[in-house]
């Protein structure tokens, strides 16, 4: 079964500063996809990023970037520029590519981010 | 706003009792996924609708069913409701089975 780990249950980063959070998952699968959402205080999950697993390339979005080392099966977030509004908690998500498991997002326990004006 | 609405956002209701929670999800969209947040189970995911038919169940109680309707709606039923139910109910939308999943607000519900 895969599983996604993450080790940091809280970050702390200065306003305008970079912070990089930490995901590692175990899959013996080779399609999968891997995500970052974002929860902040009004509970809503929200999309940051997505990873397709067959591309080479990491992801970016605006602030939002990607580390993916698909061999250490390690997926980083890094937050560049820090705003007030990024403090949230940060799920690291699997999602299979093989059509019968359903498409299920298997989650890491999340990571509590504060900013610091 | 993802486009995802869920009802009701609150529900607050007894042990022994059944409740019913809603989402439609975005246009377009012929999958929904339902997710239960909890402080110590954290997210987990029940079970997956397709074009109204089931695709995935996870760790979905018996006392727990789902459906998707003909206009892609779908509701989650939990009776013999217990105090441990209490959670966050998420649902989520994609236009298919691997596409990205956006997600509504949440029904919190809470069992006294």
């Known amino acids: 079964a895969q599983t996604v780990t993450q080790s940091q249950p809280e970050m702390s980063v200065q306003e305008a500063e970079t912070v990089t959070l930490s995901c590692t998952y175990d899959t013996s699968e080779s399609d999968y996809y891997l995500f970052w959402y974002k929860q902040p205080p009004s509970r809503q999950m929200i999309l940051v990023i997505r990873?397709?697993?067959?591309?080479?390339q990491n992801a970016t979005e605006n602030r939002f970037s990607v580390n993916f080392q698909k061999a250490a099966k390690s997926f980083s977030l890094k937050i560049s520029d820090s705003q007030l509004g990024d403090a949230a908690m940060y799920f690291c998500?699997?999602?299979?590519?093989?059509?019968?498991?359903?498409?299920?997002?298997?989650f890491g326990q999340g990571t509590e981010l504060s900013v610091k004006p | 706003d993802s486009g995802v609405t869920q009802t009701p956002k609150h529900l607050i209701t007894a042990t022994g009792q059944r409740v019913t929670l809603r989402c439609s999800p975005r246009s377009g969209d012929l999958s929904v996924y339902w997710y239960q947040q909890s402080l110590d189970q954290g997210l987990q995911f029940l079970i997956h609708?397709?074009?109204?038919?089931?695709?995935a169940k996870g760790n979905i109680l018996e006392r727990f069913s789902a459906q998707q309707f003909p206009d892609l709606h779908s509701e989650l039923n939990l009776s013999s409701l217990e105090l441990g139910d209490s959670a966050l109910y998420f649902c989520a939308s994609s236009v298919g089975g691997r596409e990205t999943q956006y997600f509504g607000p949440g029904t919190r519900l809470l069992v006294l």
């Open positions: 998500a699997y999602r299979s590519g093989v059509y019968n498991q359903g498409g299920k997002l298997i």
């Open positions: 990873q397709e697993a067959y591309k080479q």
């Open positions: 609708y397709y074009n109204g038919e089931e695709r």
